[in-house]
């Protein structure tokens, strides 16, 4: 097994099949190759690939990420998207590992969410997690801020600093997430 990073216009047309294939979202179903590549411009992907180069788990990086806490911006890596071709083999959570020593190594600030039903896999990969935390995010839908769907932020890489200010998040405290214009 290999483990191999790419940005979005480095992936072949097959992997960008795959890699939707795999996430299986109806909006992004029929996206095509250049379409995808423009889209997730501001990621990185992260692949586990057998002997013959086939994707066996796929975990995204965006860096399109920013999240307002008490009137102060915070950017991080967001880990996104992540899915094995192949289930109870091992291949998430090896990805897992390669990913969260990646990003340990490089720096880079980066969380990650889940629904609670996910946290047994990221407690058994040694993945910090601050539980219930990410309904307290708020994000833009329209003209008004709505709760996030995940239940918790998961620690990948984070400063004690950030790691603290992820920490105070409430119903009463929430944090809003910065999109580009």
Known sequence: MKYQIKQSNELTDREIE?????WNISAWNTMKSNYFRTFFKDS???????SHSEILAVFR???DFVLKISGSQYAFAEAVGLVSAHKKKGYGAQLVQYFKEDVTQRNL??????HADLRPFYEKCNIEILYDKAK??????GSEWVNSEDDDILIFNVSQKEKEQLNTLSPQHNAYLITKE
């Open 18 to 22: 795959h890699i939707l294939q795999l």
């Open 44 to 50: 990185e992907f992260h692949l586990l690939l057998d």
């Open 61 to 63: 990086l965006n860096f």
């Open 109 to 114: 600030e980066t969380i990650g969410f889940c």
């Open 136 to 141: 307290a995010i708020k994000e833009n839908e």
